[in-house]
């Protein structure tokens, strides 16, 4: 049995019940195969064994007191994986559906994902199964402050730098910076994604949306093609989600569908992105509600049906494995041409499957999805430099590094026999700079 087999098969017998853990570690340590192999010396030092188990894990209660006096309780996580290569960095999510797997998978390819930005920054990821949906602000800030009061012991500008994720923007992080700064007595950049009067950074808040087109573009650019007149189908309506759209739109492509957890809406003349910012930015609304307002829209409860809409790109933005088989399946069929994942594993292992057998240009999370992390970093740079940066630089900077991931990964396909194979080159290009520097540390 090989050593990546051997390394798999023990993680998912001493960490059960974590099918997201197990699914997001079989796709990195199956596709670094052919490097591990390149490296014996990674089995003696174990190199891979140390990789999979977090440096670090934490969970704690978080009480709060709801609106009608109430006392809840959640489950807060923050999982520190991996250290070698810069301070931990990665989101919180809060959604009921979050657990230690979920965590752990989001952790693991944080690392990667964070490597491969070119910049020093480690891999962590944490979050609580707190909802914030329907919440009151001022339940959203008990809950926050709560959170803080037993995060800060473990987190630090050079220790522990967390961000948002789902359920968790610019109002949760001004809670959680609040609170951390009190308790604390100090105003420093230990969360990034900060209001611009506190210490935040211009262009983050677009990062991640914009990162994965720039990136898109590049893969469209390399093969003599343009975002113009591409029709594009979005799934989700959150950040991500909304400036992907934008970027795209500005591009010159036609996006017609975007959804939220409650179902999807069409619209063939192309989406009107100032109506979904007021419903989901300003409001908090249901996606439903564009239809009531656009003429020629149509909505349709259910998310899965998203996927049968004809488009040449699809962009996942919303959760994990919302793409299965089947939908990927059907987005062949109608003819899709790239896929660039902006949610973190939103495509399950035989949905990648499907979109590589058919010559689709898949672009996996981890680099697809890296802009947000890789601006969260260049937020630090200018908190530490007690600088401020225009949007225009700060974006310039966006742009060079998504077009440097793009092609770091193919190059690194390429260097093992794998062309075109960006899984695989994604994977292979982040691992090298973590694996040299936990070589380099020893023993730890
Ligand atoms: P938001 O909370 O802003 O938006 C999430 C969107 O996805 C909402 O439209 C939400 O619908 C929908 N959604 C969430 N869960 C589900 C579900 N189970 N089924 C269907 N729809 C769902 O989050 P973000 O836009 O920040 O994050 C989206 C994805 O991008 C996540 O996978 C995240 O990990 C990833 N990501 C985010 C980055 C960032 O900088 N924010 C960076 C890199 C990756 P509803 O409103 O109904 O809940
Ligand atoms: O998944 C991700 O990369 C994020 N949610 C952003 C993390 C960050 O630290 O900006």
């Known amino acids: ?123 962590g990821k944490g979050g609580s199964d707190f909802n914030p949906k329907g919440k009151s602000d001022r339940e959203v800030m008990a809950f926050c402050q709560s959170f803080m009061t037993e995060l800060y012991r473990h987190i630090g500008a050079d220790t522990d730098v967390p961000a948002g994720d789902i359920g968790v923007g610019g109002r949760e992080i001004g809670f959680l910076f609040g609170q951390y700064k009190r308790i604390r007595d100090e105003h420093v950049g230990v969360l990034t994604g900060r209001g611009l009067s506190y210490g935040g950074s211009l262009a983050r808040k677009e990062a991640t949306g914009y990162g994965l087109v720039y990136i898109t573009e590049e893969a469209l650019k390399m093969r003599g093609d343009s975002f113009e007149g591409k029709t594009v189908v979005i799934s989700g309506s959150g950040n991500v989600a909304i400036y992907a759209c934008e970027k795209a739109q500005s591009l010159g492509a036609k996006v017609v569908a975007m959804y939220d957890s409650n179902g999807y809406i069409y619209d063939p003349a192309g989406i009107q992105l100032d109506v979904v910012k007021d419903i989901k930015e300003v409001k908090r609304g249901r996606i439903k509600e564009y239809a009531d307002r656009v003429k020629g829209a149509k909505y349709t409860e259910g998310c899965q049906g998203i996927w049968t809409i004809p488009c040449d790109i699809a962009l996942p933005c919303a959760t994990q494995n919302e793409i299965n088989k089947e939908s990927a399946e059907i987005l062949v069929k109608n003819g899709v041409k790239f896929v660039g994942e902006g949610a973190n594993m939103p495509s399950t292992l035989d949905a990648i499957e499907v979109f590589q057998k058919a010559g689709v240009v898949f672009l996996p999370a981890k680099a697809a999805n890296a802009g947000g992390v890789a601006t969260s970093a260049l937020e630090m740079a200018q908190s530490s430099g007690r600088l401020f940066w225009s949007f225009e630089e700060v974006d310039a900077k966006l742009k060079n590094i998504m077009v440097n991931i793009y092609h770091n990964m193919d190059n690194a396909a390429k260097k093992y026999g794998f062309e075109g194979n960006y899984v695989m080159g994604a994977n292979i290009a982040g691992f090298e700079k973590v694996a040299e520097a936990m070589m380099a540390h020893g023993v730890v």
């Open 1 to 123: 049995m090989s050593y990546v087999q051997k390394v798999l098969d023990n993680l998912k017998k001493t960490n059960p019940n974590e099918p997201e853990f197990h699914q997001a570690a079989t796709e990195i340590l199956t596709s670094l195969e052919p490097m591990v192999n390149a490296h014996p010396e990674y089995e003696q030092a174990a190199l891979l064994e140390r990789f999979v188990e977090p440096e670090r894990v934490v969970m704690f209660r978080v009480p709060w007191v709801d609106d009608n006096g109430k006392v809840q309780v959640n489950k807060g996580y923050r999982v520190q994986f991996n250290s070698a290569i810069g301070p931990y960095k990665g989101g919180l999510r809060f959604h009921p559906s979050v657990n230690l797997s979920i965590i752990k998978f989001l952790g693991l390819e944080q690392i990667l994902k964070n490597s491969l930005t070119g910049l020093p920054i480690g891999g």
